[in-house]
T-cell receptor, first 111, second 113 residues
Framework: GQSLEQPSEVTAVEGAIVQINCTYQ??????LSWYQQHDGGAPTFLSY????GLEETGRFSSFLSRSDSYGYLLLQELQMKDSASYFC????????????FGKGTMLLVSP | NAGVTQTPKFQVLKTGQSMTLQCAQD?????MYWYRQDPGMGLRLIYY???????DKGEVPNGYNVSRLNKREFSLRLESAAPSQTSVYFC????????????FGDGTRLSIL
């Protein structure tokens, strides 16, 4: 089976940089994704890493190390609207490619 | 641009009642999924449909059935609701490639008394 570990909560102030870590155990690994969810609303896709290294999309970056079974999401220039839950998800293959989600990290951004 | 539409948004049931949650997508995606989300938990896959005409069990399929009615629609049925099925249910869709993101609906908040 698959398992993912990420911190339950992270706090930061506006303008700061925060890193949310994710470690995983899985077989047939394809890639690591990150999703954002505000107040129990629809999760929205942020990034995907299929290969080792850093992917940058505006203020958000995501990193993957397949050899360490580890990834992180980096949020820069934090804004109040970034307060949300962030989920890492591994894409694995066992007949068909599906996502397994971590339990999520709640990010609280204060003024 | 509707994306993924779920109905209803809220529902209260009594134990033993049945109901069907509806999901439709307008992005011409092959794959569709049903998840449940409980407090402090991530999204857990109930069932998925890789393409029209196929369905498969996910991590937590017990107590549920699904129907892939056509390429657009994927419904989730609770035949005899139990309090343990109180949850928020999300439907999602994606393209066929492994790196394609999943697009989620706004969820159905279901309470079973």
């Amino acid at each position: 089976g698959q398992s993912l570990e990420q911190p339950s909560e992270v706090t930061a102030v506006e303008g700061a940089i925060v890193q949310i870590n994710c470690t995983y155990q899985t077989s047939g690994f394809y890639g690591l994704s990150w999703y954002q969810q505000h107040d129990g609303g629809a999760p929205t896709f942020l990034s995907y890493n299929g290969l080792d290294g850093l992917e940058e999309t505006g203020r958000f970056s995501s990193f993957l190390s397949r050899s360490d079974s580890y990834g992180y999401l980096l949020l820069q220039e934090l804004q109040m609207k970034d307060s949300a839950s962030y989920f890492c998800a591994v894409r694995s293959y066992s007949g068909y490619s599906t996502l397994t989600f971590g339990k999520g990290t709640m990010l609280l951004v204060s003024p | 641009n509707a994306g993924v539409t779920q109905t209803p948004k809220f529902q209260v049931l009594k134990t033993g009642q049945s109901m069907t949650l509806q999901c439709a997508q307008d992005m011409n995606h092959n794959s569709m999924y049903w998840y449940r989300q409980d407090p402090g938990m991530g999204l857990r896959l109930i069932y998925y449909s890789a393409s029209e005409g196929t369905t498969d069990k996910g991590e937590v399929p017990n107590g549920y059935n699904v129907s892939r009615l056509n390429k657009r629609e994927f419904s989730l049925r609770l035949e005899s609701a139990a309090p343990s099925q109180t949850s928020v249910y999300f439907c999602a869709s994606s393209g066929a490639s492994s790196n394609q993101p999943q697009h989620f609906g706004d969820g159905t908040r279901l309470s079973i008394l």
